[in-house]
């Protein structure tokens, strides 16, 4: 019995402290006595200090790179359409009905912009899903250096 209280114990304590959250909220109880006045220095001091050693700055918005491929996503079918047409009015021509090759390849080549967009917008969201996870992960990192330089300080962390 003892032993099944301490398994039920540890695990519930990896969950807490392992659960993904994304900033969490910190409690911090002063365990030397010290004045708000100074808590409020200590603070200010290792929220800095965590900042300069891990790189991460929540008040400054994460950087994304555009690609060359999101800055032509617009238009994407009707550019399609319109290349697909020239060319099958060209393949037309040659077979004797330029309009028939014309519509042919204005579907064709709409299709492909459809995909093509499509394609686009799934690395776009690809990309927004990696940014979010990597900040996050970035802020658990930020608080974590926050709250060793607390307790070194001789606060509670929690």
């Known amino acids: 019995m003892h032993w099944f209280f301490i398994i039920c114990v540890s695990a519930t304590l990896n969950l807490v402290v392992f659960m993904p959250s994304a900033q969490s909220e910190m409690f911090i109880f002063p365990t030397n ?3 708000a006045d100074q808590q409020e220095l200590d603070e200010f001091t290792c929220y800095k200090w965590a ?3 891990t790189g991460v700055d929540p008040n400054q918005p994460a950087q994304t790179t555009a ?3 999101s800055s032509r996503r617009g238009g994407g079918i ?3 359409a319109m290349g697909g047409a020239a060319l099958g009015a060209i393949g037309g021509a040659i077979a004797g009905d330029a309009g028939k090759g014309a519509a042919i390849g204005a579907a064709v080549g709409g299709g492909a912009g459809a995909i093509r967009n499509r ?3 799934i690395e776009s969201d690809d ?3 990696q940014a979010a996870a990597q900040q996050q992960q970035s802020g658990q990192t930020l608080n974590r250096a926050y ?3 607390l307790e070194a300080k001789g606060y509670k962390v929690g």
């Open 78 to 80: 009707l550019r399609g």
């Open 51 to 53: 900042k300069n050693k």
């Open 147 to 149: 709250g060793v330089c």
């Open 127 to 129: 990309r927004r899903q």
């Open 67 to 69: 690609s060359s491929t």
């Open 33 to 35: 006595g010290q004045s």
């Open 119 to 121: 394609r686009n917008r």
